[in-house]
């Protein structure tokens, strides 16, 4: 006999546990499975983001910049220290604390929201008849059924071809988030998000850091300009980033990792750490989903097939966030997640990829919405371009952080903003008025019109919106 339901959700990250509350919101009756387990053995919803992603790696990157501030930094505020140390040990449990927070919230808000949650693996079974019949394995095992399925179940690391994560010296995201002690020497393979991060947080506590990157170009996906200005602080900070690399064999033992590779010139070099963390992108997870049960359709890369609105070839089954195609961000899969649980009501869900921020929390942080100027050249699109230094604002002063700066790109005809990018202290927060912005079709004039506080990092934006009609004001 099957527990029926309106809307089943597999997987409970930042896609899946939001779609559930979203239709709870909406009348239907929701159950969400998900498997991920605490170091008790107990549920710990969330997903990746909320276990091994972007909230773990946040609480390091904090304490990590915490202990780089008193060391380096506090002197200039007349604050004197010494002895500064710092306890890998509880800095991992302030994470593992940050990490289970996160966790019981999401929990609450199944109560709170009526949401049934099967702690289990969910898999696919049949579809007869209009109703999908998803099993769930493990200590809750039963059959549920539904009219609507969604799918939201992530995005595993991806390893290097012949080179598996062992997690001890040979390293995923997992595995780099619970390093027990400060690396002498830490080599990274990618120079994406994930191995800036990591690099930043051990190097700041004393690593040796070295990212090897396959690509010629230094954050290929990022303005040119604002990736320039990043990798200026970023060697300046002893980040060492070497591009171009060709990355051959690689050996582990007891004393660590070796890693042969070719550099840009066409030299062998070989590279010798005491951990390497391997950050070179994400692949779909559907592995145990039973997919052929249901003749659902996957693509070469693995990810289900979806259109426009998350639609698979199945009718009544969904998928959002990694699993499917753009880009594996959590907030992209949670807006995901909520336009398919409007879209089961019958309303109009809402996703606009061209206004999705991305955010790399680094120090500086990085962040940018819609086209860079290399894709508006290639595009052959007319443009205006201003920029402003954080150098000439007054609280980036104040704060003691003026690296960076923001940019706007606007249409040179109808002053329609482009694209929006930052280098700088607290851009992750900035950012989101440029998305407003640009999600309302803002001019640049409209945003160098706005009164912004004073003094405040975000008159770098108002400022930068000016200097696309050149006419800043403090520069």
Known sequence: MNTEFDVVVIGAGPGGYIAAIRAAQLGFKVACIDEWKNAKGGPAPGG??????????KALLQS????????????DHGISTTGVAMDVTQMLARKDAVVQQNNDGILYLFKKNKVT??????????????????EVSGAEAQSL??????????????????????????????????????????ALIGSGVIGLEMGSVWRRLGAQVTILEGLPTFLGAVDQQIAKEAKKAFDKQGLYIELGVQVGEIKSGKKGVSIAYTN???????????????????VPNTTGLNSQAVGLALDERGAIVVDADCKTNVPGIWAVGDVVRGPMLAHKAEEEGVAVAERIAGQHGHVNFNTIPWVIYTSPEIAWVGRTEQ????????????????????????LGDTTGMVKFLADATTDEILGVHM?????????AEAVVAMEFKASAEDIARICHAHPSLSEATK?????????????
């Open 117 to 134: 949650f099967f702690h289990g693996r969910g898999a696919l079974a049949a579809s007869q008849n209009g109703l999908h019949t998803v």
């Open 264 to 282: 840009a010139k066409g030299e062998a070099q070989t590279l010798d750490a005491d951990k390497l963390i391997v950050s070179i992108g994400r």
């Open 375 to 398: 894709q508006l050249k290639a595009d052959g699109v007319a443009y205006k371009a201003g920029t402003f230094p954080f150098l000439a604002n007054g609280r980036a002063r104040a």
């Open 64 to 75: 990590s910049e915490h202990f780089d501030h008193a060391l380096h930094h506090f002197a």
């Open 423 to 431: 280098v700088g202290p607290q851009v992750s927060e900035l950012i």
């Open 48 to 57: 990746t983001c909320t276990n091994v992603g972007c909230i773990p790696s």
């Open 145 to 186: 059924a539904a009219k609507h399925v969604i799918i939201a179940t992530g995005s595993n690391a991806r390893p290097l071809a012949g080179t598996p994560f062992d997690e001890v010296n040979i390293l995923s995201n997992d595995g780099a988030l619970r390093i027990g002690a400060v690396p002498k020497r830490l």
């Open 463 to 475: 400022e930068a919106a000016l200097a696309v009609d050149k006419r800043t004001l403090n520069f």
